[in-house]
């Protein structure tokens, strides 16, 4: 199914990019892939695509990187 129709992006695709890269912060990977960057429209089904994906909750989602 298209979760961003100005890109193009389909659920398959954000999944894909879930699993090829190496972070966890949703903004990472919808900004890598252009979801929501025309009308934005497509942002909260993106993220809920990202959420059930990886079946985490949004705190666990949050880039690790700034760990010390």
């Known amino acids: 199914m298209y979760v961003c129709i100005c ?3 389909t659920e398959k695709q954000i999944q894909d990019a879930i699993t090829s890269r190496n972070s ?3 903004k990472d990977i919808l900004k ?3 979801v ?3 009308c934005g429209t497509c942002v909260e089904d993106a993220v809920t695509t990202l ?3 990886s079946a985490k909750s949004p ?3 949050k880039d690790s990187s700034n760990k010390a």
């Open 32 to 34: 890598a892939l252009g």
């Open 59 to 61: 705190y666990e989602m």
């Open 7 to 9: 890109k193009g992006i």
């Open 51 to 53: 959420l059930e994906h």
């Open 24 to 26: 966890n912060n949703p």
């Open 36 to 38: 929501g960057s025309d």
